[in-house]
């Protein structure tokens, strides 16, 4: 019987049952970058959502340098082509916040398939990746998840 439950596991994932994501652990937190799906028509919207979570078993301080705590960024074989933090002003104030054990920050959004530029971009394959700008203590000044690579078609 569990030949077939492996089976059928199986057969979802290779039919998408699950959506497109990436992950990455970095001292306590947990990043967890995906979209919607893996292949979206000219224009339309990709959905993305940036998860981080506290592993730790107490509550985990991180700082924010501004305003903005992520952000997105779309590849095209290593160029960029878009940034969610593009065209943003943020706060320059430094501020810590403390992430219960356990507690999630999710940050969504959608990409547009539009260009640094505005433009409509081409159909191909395109890598999405996640920045969290929260810093640990004795960490790195942000952590990046990704790529999640998806296709958009004709």
């Known amino acids: 019987m569990s030949v077939w439950v492996v089976a059928a596991?199986?057969?979802?994932?290779?039919?998408?049952?699950?959506?497109?994501?990436a992950e990455r652990t970095?001292?306590?937190?947990?990043?967890?970058l995906s979209v919607n799906k893996e292949t979206y028509?000219?224009?339309?919207?990709?959905?993305i959502r940036l998860r981080v979570t506290n592993l730790a078993s107490g509550p985990l301080a991180v700082t924010m340098?501004?305003?903005?705590?992520?952000?997105?960024?779309?590849?095209?074989?290593?160029?960029?082509?878009w940034q969610w933090s593009h065209d943003k002003a943020f706060v320059q104030v430094i501020r810590e916040s403390t992430l219960?054990?356990?507690?999630?920050?999710?940050?969504?959004?959608?990409?547009?398939?539009?260009?640094?530029?505005?433009?409509?971009v081409e159909p191909g394959a395109y890598e999405i990746w996640?920045?969290?700008l929260g810093v640990?203590?004795?960490?790195?000044?942000?952590?990046?998840?990704?790529?999640?690579r998806i296709v958009i078609g004709r």
Request: net charge positive.
């Open 100 to 120: 219960a054990p356990g507690e999630t920050l999710t940050f969504t959004g959608a990409w547009d398939q539009r260009d640094l530029q505005g433009r409509q």
């Open 9 to 21: 596991a199986l057969l979802v994932a290779l039919a998408g049952g699950a959506p497109p994501s």
């Open 136 to 148: 640990q203590r004795h960490g790195p000044p942000s952590v990046e998840t990704g790529p999640v």
């Open 130 to 132: 996640g920045v969290f």
């Open 65 to 81: 340098r501004s305003g903005q705590q992520y952000d997105v960024i779309v590849r095209q074989r290593g160029a960029l082509i």
């Open 41 to 47: 028509h000219v224009g339309e919207a990709v959905r």
């Open 26 to 32: 970095a001292g306590e937190l947990r990043l967890h």
